[in-house]
Antibody, heavy 122, light 108 residues
C-alpha cells in the first residue's frame, strides 16, 4: 500500500524559512516523479513543484520560483520542499503526491498524503 | 501557462440527477493530458479520471470523462449522496501543471 506522510509544517514569520518533508512507503520511490500541491484555506488546489525520479528535472510554479527548492533522497524514500522568504500568501495545506503510472514529470496524481499546514504570519 | 476555466462554479442538483462539469483550456492540451479529481471537506483530493477519459482504479462507472478540442467534460450519470463534493481538472501536459478553480456540486 502506497503511503505518503507530510511533516514540517508550522507557524513562521514573513521572510522566514521552513522545510517540509514527505516520507513514503509502498512503492519504488526512486522510479517515480514526486509533486507538491498546496491549498490555501477555503481555496482551490495550486500546483507547486515536481521533481523527476532521478532528480534530473525540477519544475516550479511562477509563484514560488526562486524561493522554494524541491529535492528528494532516494536512499531514504523522502521528498523535501525547502521554502525560503515565505509570504502570507504561502499559507496553505501542502500535499505531496505521486503516481506509479508514469516516470515522466508530466503525470496525473494518483496518491496523495494528508497534507501539512504552513501558516505565515507575524 | 495553460489556464483552465471550470464551469459552472457551483452546480446544485438532487441525488439521482445527471451532473455535467466543464473544463476549458486556454491552449491545446495534447495527448489528452487532463485529469479530474474529487475533493471532500477535510480530505485529500482523489483521482477520478486521467487521460481525459480513463477511470482510475475503483472509480464507479457513473463517472466518465470526454474531450472535444480544448473542452473537457466530467459527467456523473446519476448522483449518489457521496458524490457531492468539489471537482477539479488539471492539465499535466506543460509545466506549470495547473489546476482549474473547481466546481462545487452541492445538494439542491
Amino acid at each position: 500500500e502506497v503511503q505518503l506522510l507530510e511533516s514540517g509544517g508550522g507557524l513562521v514569520q514573513p521572510g522566514g524559512s521552513l522545510r517540509l518533508s514527505c516520507a513514503t512507503s509502498g512503492f519504488t520511490f526512486s522510479t517515480y516523479p514526486m509533486t507538491w500541491v498546496r491549498q490555501a484555506p477555503g481555496k482551490g488546489l495550486e500546483w507547486v513543484s515536481v521533481i523527476s525520479g532521478s532528480s534530473d528535472f525540477t519544475y516550479y510554479a511562477d509563484s514560488v520560483k526562486g524561493r522554494f527548492t524541491i529535492s528528494r533522497d532516494n536512499s531514504k524514500n523522502t521528498l523535501s520542499l525547502q521554502m525560503n522568504n515565505l509570504r502570507a500568501e504561502d499559507t496553505a495545506l501542502y500535499y505531496c503526491a505521486t503516481s506509479e503510472d508514469c516516470t515522466s514529470p508530466s503525470c496525473f496524481l494518483w496518491y496523495w498524503g494528508q497534507g501539512t499546514l504552513v501558516t505565515v504570519s507575524s | 501557462e495553460i489556464v483552465l476555466t471550470q464551469s459552472p462554479g457551483t452546480l446544485s442538483l438532487s441525488p439521482g440527477e445527471r451532473a455535467t462539469l466543464s473544463c476549458r483550456a486556454s491552449q491545446s492540451v495534447t495527448s489528452r493530458y487532463l485529469a479530474w479529481y474529487q475533493q471532500k471537506p477535510g480530505q485529500a483530493p482523489r483521482l477520478l479520471i486521467y487521460g481525459a477519459s480513463s477511470r482510475a482504479t475503483g472509480i464507479p462507472d457513473r463517472f466518465s470523462g470526454s474531450e472535444s478540442g480544448t473542452d473537457f467534460t466530467l459527467t456523473i450519470s446519476r448522483l449518489e449522496p457521496e458524490d457531492f463534493a468539489v471537482y477539479y481538472c488539471q492539465q499535466y501536459r506543460t509545466s506549470p501543471f495547473t489546476f482549474g478553480p473547481g466546481t462545487k456540486v452541492d445538494i439542491k
